[in-house]
């Protein structure tokens, strides 16, 4: 069951957080030392958001 979140803000969080790495692709490549994305980081990036959201709405990864 999932948690009670606002869900304007929750989508605000989605939204912020994925588009940080298309509005700030060459600070993030230039922290993390790379020339550019590779398919294993948008995979990283991609399970780490997923993981911190449905935990912050109660909820669980799917197995």
């Not at 020339?35 to 799917?62: N, Q, S, V």
Request: aromatic share 12%; net charge negative; proline share 5%.
């Amino acid at each position: 069951r999932m948690a009670p979140v606002d869900p304007v803000q929750l989508i605000f969080l989605i939204w912020s957080s994925t588009q940080h790495y298309a509005d700030f692709q060459v600070q993030i490549l230039m922290v993390e030392n790379k020339a550019e994305y590779e398919k294993r980081d948008f995979d990283h990036a991609a399970d780490f958001l997923t993981a911190m959201i449905l935990r912050g709405c109660g909820l669980e990864e799917p197995k």
